[in-house]
């Protein structure tokens, strides 16, 4: 039997990828796009979750056509994916509105149904949950959150299994943030690529869970990774291509604060139905695109004490100008050395900057 | 907005609106009065264009909107400036300038050499959370001693009625639906109950309503206004003229002046119609001009006048003035929550910005469409491409409104050899 890491790589591998064989015949596939969604419902609705991701190494150029070169490329490239079936059939996608990106893409979505109906694009619904801490928006968000959970309810014909998806939602978080402890051990026994595979294994819930707990069973054996620690700020990454090369110049990503990593593993949302659930996602953690500098410059400071990082690099994709926004603040609330790569093409990173012993333009 | 004589119709010695001239001698005395105000103690409000300032007029409380501060920045090609002091601190030069140019000014070491003797310094903030960066560069603004930013949330809906622009007056319960009526309703009622306490001034609800409507009667002039300059052959303005005519008054809705000056503006635009008079002699052309204006360089749209014949006769800022805010309805607060709980879809958001545009372009036989382009405006494929669908020849061009490094020489060339290859064939 290959090692839970191993399973959890090989899954990671698959994510993004057509659904394969429908897991029980029927079950809708939905593909969704954003750090926010409230996957736990779609969970409890039973349906085939596929989160949708980008890919750096094929083109954009229908997607640059239709959002235009200013969005984020990650979002450009998750469109082309849809027009040319990437993802295999999917009854719906589902979009949330965490950043300027995704809700355009939605936004592009339902216009190309309505204007080009031959391309062939699933049907787009939008979870407009926002971000501003004021109780105004809680009362909002549990309203989109109810109305969502009532659009499902008619998708599938059946009622959801709220608590017990909630329940296994957070029972992965739990192991999620006991695997984030072997990242952050010095030495680190799990490298940031590892992370990214075994957060986002594109896995139901309860094989996610199982192969989660074998990983922890198994956490004496797993290698050791000395190397420069490094605490990743900014964009998102949906794919591994930037870890990978930052860890191949002997880095290792020990920390971030994106939704693909340490901040998926955020939680847990108890219990509490649908109201907690709209919280939970509400407070959510302090991602680039809703958070403030303040609070993203908090987070780093404590994140990177966490994980005990040795440097801190600031990602900003071109296209996705958030973060930079963030460094200055963050700067001033760390005591490492810091150092802002802008205008980051998607996937790449400029290692250059990073191989200098000084990095930081002080 | 900021002057009145523009660059291209001094040079051009083209005879430029009373109501125009009148708007930019006001808009000096306006803001000399400000920074008296501000300096024998009143607060001071930023507001950002798409926020109700009706209640800040309500109140009676002192402000500025953003947008038009930093118009002028750039009309005075003061925006490099501007930009430098927010990349020293760090940030990026490079990053919704619109904002981060008014931004520069909470930097400026020396803020009286600014524009018009400087931006004072705000006491509150507002502005809406669209985007990713919006509220982060109001919020940074907030972090300065004095400074409270109160942010409004941006919302959006899954399912819309195309024909806003039919609905909005009466109906807008229907096009904006209740979740983003419900929830800007209620962060209003606490904005209010944050300036009674924050500034001591009082709501008055009698008062909220002489405002609401001087709002409504202004716009309606603007909309006659519109309907006349659509109908009319040959144009009687461009855009040149019409925009100071009616954006200086845009910032002052809710007043007597701004109500008076817009119908002032209908009647100049009435004789003009009545006695033949032509923006452009020999017209051929009717062009349809997309995006923001383009505050650095507005004798851009008189450049192809005499050589082409061809005219700009249309920009969002008199259409949208027509058709982007009156509201009617007996609950005050939340009409004006429908002015701006989707202001900016109707104009970046399809399917409302492109069938609006179509609608539009019909409406004043357009022959060709400029789009500006720049990086952050939304929806920029579908308007060309409902445009396109519907006949009409567009071009795009790429760059950004306030700022001047990404405007290409070359465009005006462009600009010409498409409408002779393309829309005067
Ligand atoms: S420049 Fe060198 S010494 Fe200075 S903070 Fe960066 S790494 Fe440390
Ligand atoms: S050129 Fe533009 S900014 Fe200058 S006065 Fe005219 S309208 Fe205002």
């Known amino acids: ?77 998750v469109l082309t994916r849809l027009l040319d079936g990437s993802f295999g059939e999917l009854d719906r996608v589902v979009v949330s509105h965490d950043c300027e990106a995704s809700l355009r893409l939605f936004y592009a979505l339902r216009e190309l149904g309505r204007v080009e109906p031959g391309a062939g694009l699933p049907e787009a619904y939008l979870v407009d949950l926002r971000h501003l801490p004021h109780r105004t928006t809680t009362r909002y968000n549990r309203r989109r959150l109810g109305e ?27 192991l999620l943030a006991a695997a984030a402890e072997l990242r952050r051990t010095v030495p680190a026994r799990l490298t940031g690529r590892q992370f990214l595979a075994v957060v986002n294994a594109a896995l139901p819930v309860a094989e996610h869970v199982a192969l989660l707990r074998r990983l922890l069973a198994e956490a004496g054996r797993l290698e050791e990774h000395p190397g420069r620690r490094v605490f990743l700020s900014g964009s998102d990454h949906d794919t591994p291509h930037v870890y990978e090369a930052v860890e191949s110049e002997g880095q290792v990503i020990v920390g971030e604060d994106h939704s693909f990593g340490d901040l998926a593993v955020e939680g847990p949302v108890g219990a509490g139905g649908l109201d907690a659930l709209a919280e939970h996602h509400h407070r959510g953690g302090p991602a680039a695109h809703r958070a403030t500098a303040g609070e993203r410059a908090a987070y780093a400071a404590a994140a990177v004490r966490r994980c005990r990082a040795e440097l801190f690099v600031a990602y900003c994709r071109a296209g996705d100008e958030a973060p930079a926004w963030d460094f200055p603040a963050q700067r001033a609330a760390l005591d490492i050395p810091a150092v802002l790569l802008e205008r980051q093409e998607y996937g790449r990173v400029d290692l250059a900057a990073l191989r200098k012993e000084h990095p930081c333009p002080m | 907005m900021s002057d009145v004589r523009t660059p291209g119709s001094t040079s051009r010695g083209v005879k430029s609106l009373a109501t125009a001239a009148e708007a ?97 310094r705000p006491d509150i903030i507002v502005g809406d959370a669209s985007g990713d960066v919006t509220r982060k560069i109001f919020d940074l603004w907030g972090r300065e001693p004095g400074v409270i930013f109160y942010p409004l949330e941006s919302a959006a809906e899954n399912e819309v009625p195309v024909n806003w622009w039919e609905l909005m007056p009466h109906r807008w319960e229907q096009a ?27 709501f008055s609800e009698t008062r909220f309503r002489e405002v609401l409507a001087l709002v409504n009667e202004q716009e309606e002039w603007n909309r006659k206004a519109r309907d006349l300059i659509a109908r009319a052959r040959p144009a009687p303005l461009g855009v040149v003229d019409s925009i100071p005519s009616v954006m200086l008054p845009q910032w002052h809705r809710g007043t007597e002046w701004a109500r008076d000056i817009a119908r002032r503006f209908y009647e100049e635009v009435r004789e003009r119609v009545d006695s033949g008079h032509a923006a452009c002699p020999g017209e051929r052309a009717r062009l349809m001009w997309i995006g923001r204006g383009l505050w650095y360089d507005m004798g851009f749209y008189q450049r192809f006048q005499e050589e082409y014949g ?100 070359d465009v005006a060339a462009q600009v010409g050899r498409w409408l002779e290859d393309v829309v005067l064939t």
Request: charged share 25%.
């Open chain 2, 176 to 202: 904006v639906g209740p979740a983003r009526l419900d929830l800007l309703t209620a962060e209003l009622e606490n904005l209010v109950r944050f300036l009674e306490t924050t500034t001591g001034r009082r």
């Open chain 1, 1 to 77: 039997m290959p090692t839970a890491l191993a399973a959890l790589e090989e899954a990671y591998a698959r994510s993004g990828a057509p659904a394969g064989n429908r897991p029980d015949g029927r079950a809708p596939v939905v593909g969704y796009v954003g750090s926010d969604l409230p996957v736990e419902l779609l969970t409890a609705a039973g349906v085939h979750a596929l989160r949708l991701t980008g890919d750096p190494g094929s083109g954009s150029a229908p997607g640059d056509r239709y959002l235009g070169r200013g969005v984020d490329p990650a979002a450009r490239s």
């Open chain 1, 148 to 174: 969502f959970a009532a659009r499902l309810e008619t998708w599938t014909g059946r009622a959801l299994d709220l608590a017990g998806a909630v329940a296994a939602h957070d029972e992965r978080r739990r």
């Open chain 2, 24 to 120: 930019g001698a006001h808009q000096r005395e306006w803001f000399a009065d400000l920074r008296r105000r501000v300096a024998a103690g009143e607060p001071f409000a930023l507001l950002n264009a798409d926020v109700p300032h009706e209640i800040f007029r309500t109140m009676d409380i002192p402000y500025a909107v953003g947008q038009w501060w930093a118009s002028l920045v750039a009309a005075k090609q003061r925006s490099g400036h501007y930009l430098e002091l927010v990349r020293r601190r760090g940030y990026p030069d490079y990053s919704e300038q619109y904002n981060a140019v008014t931004l520069g000014a909470a930097f400026d070491p020396e803020p009286e050499a600014g524009p018009w003797g400087g931006l004072p």
């Open chain 2, 310 to 409: 061809a005219v700009f006769v249309w920009s969002m800022y008199l259409a949208v003035a027509a058709d982007g805010y009156l509201r009617y309805g007996d609950d005050p607060m939340r009409a004006l929550a429908a002015r701006f709980a989707a202001f900016s879809d109707q104009l970046y958001t399809p399917p409302w910005s492109s069938e609006w545009y179509v609608k539009e372009a019909r409406l004043h036989g357009i022959d060709g469409v400029v789009h500006l382009v720049s990086d952050d405006p939304r929806g920029s494929y579908f308007t060309a491409r409902a445009l396109e669908a519907a006949g009409f020849p567009v071009i795009e061009i790429h760059a950004d409104n306030v700022d001047t490094r990404t405007f290409g020489d």
